[in-house]
Antibody, heavy 125, light 108 residues
């Protein structure tokens, strides 16, 4: 179960931090992603953080690299997305997801498994 | 970056119809292709991974096929609850996932 919070209205150039509270699974081992969806548009992967036991590697999509920071607090079972230097094109519903790994004939396949309900971020003056 | 192109962008069909949605990638991705269903105001739901493996709990009327650059999602007999938007996603360049632009399936 994933519950996002922290969305709202922010001016261009401003900052916002989103949170995603997790329950019902071993959060510390989970690989977690953020995915966003602009109004009336498709899905866009934002970034991912691995579990600490897998190195805690963080990767970002090009449009947010250098402006957004993903982090996690395993003691609180919470994922974060710190968004700085926000632009109008960052307006979207932001979903947190667990990254699933499935094995088919010894090959590993990745995808977004469990999704939160989303939180809305609006960047406007 | 791997580009994803879905077709059609929208589709009207009736309950009981057989429906096929196509996803084409800009480079070969093996079978690293997922399909999601999204209903209005809801989060997406994973239907198929590895191009043709059905996610647990997904009805068997959904099926996927393809490899390389061309993939299809087929719904064998449309049910009322299947009217939604469908997205393909490549996981070949994981974690740099990319999604198709979506196919909206509505009632004729």
């Amino acid at each position: 179960h994933l519950v996002e919070s922290g969305g709202g209205l922010v001016k261009p150039g401003g900052s916002l931090r989103l949170s995603c509270a997790a329950s019902g699974f071993t959060f510390s081992k989970a690989w977690m992603s953020w995915v966003r969806q602009a109004p009336g548009k498709g899905l866009e992967w934002v970034g991912r953080i691995k579990g600490k036991s897998d190195g805690g590697t963080i990767d970002y999509a090009a449009p947010v690299k250098g402006r957004f920071t993903i982090s996690r607090d395993d003691s609180k079972n919470t994922l974060y997305l710190q968004m700085n230097s926000l632009k109008s094109e960052d307006t979207a519903v932001y979903y947190c997801t667990t990254d699933g790994i499935w094995y088919v004939r010894d090959d590993a396949y990745y995808g977004m498994h469990v999704w939160g309900q989303g939180t809305t971020v609006t960047v406007s003056s | 970056d791997i580009q994803m192109t879905q077709s059609p962008s929208s589709l009207s069909a009736s309950v009981g119809d057989r429906v096929t949605i196509t996803c084409r990638t800009s480079q070969t991705i093996g079978n690293y292709l997922n399909w999601y269903q999204q209903k209005p105001g809801k989060a997406p739901k994973l239907l198929i991974y590895a191009a043709s493996s059905l996610q647990s709990g997904v009805p068997s009327r959904f099926s996927g096929s393809g490899s390389g650059t061309d993939f299809t999602l087929t719904i064998s007999s449309l049910q009322p609850e299947d009217f939604a938007t469908y997205y393909c996603q490549q996981s070949y360049s994981s974690p740099l996932f990319t999604f198709g632009q979506g196919t909206k399936l509505d009632i004729k």
